[in-house]
Nanobody, 115 residues
Framework: QGQLVESGGGLVQPGGSLRLSCAASGFIFSSYAISWYRQAPGKPLQLVAASTSGGSTNYADSVKGRFTISRDNAKNTVYLQMNSLKPEDTAVYYC?????????WGQGTQVTVSS
């Protein structure tokens, strides 16, 4: 059974940086597209960044130039480097792995941007 575990969330001041990690197990990580989503209180789930199995990436307009998704297939881990954080980036961040009919979600990690 596949599993994704996020880490690296926390409290950071506006303008600061955080790096989230998502560690995968139980499936062939390199074959999966991995995405980061976020959900702020009272708002719908939003796609933040995605990495295909081939390494192509795409980003939500709101995070372009500030966030970077990367993956290390040798470590079965995907990262989300978040720079120049804003209060509106506050949310629970989730990673998702998908390939064909298989989808796995992590439990989420809280990111709070506040002074």
């Amino acid at each position: 059974q596949g599993q994704l575990v996020e880490s690296g969330g926390g409290l950071v001041q506006p303008g600061g940086s955080l790096r989230l990690s998502c560690a995968a197990s139980g499936f062939i990580f390199s074959s999966y597209a991995i995405s980061w989503y976020r959900q702020a209180p009272g708002k719908p789930l939003q796609l933040v960044a995605a990495s295909t199995s081939g390494g192509s990436t795409n980003y939500a307009d709101s995070v372009k130039g500030r966030f970077t998704i990367s993956r290390d297939n040798a470590k079965n881990t995907v990262y989300l480097q978040m720079n120049s954080l804003k209060p509106e980036d506050t949310a629970v961040y989730y990673c998702k792995g998908a390939a064909g009919r298989y989808t796995y979600w992590g439990q989420g990690t809280q990111v709070t941007v506040s002074s």
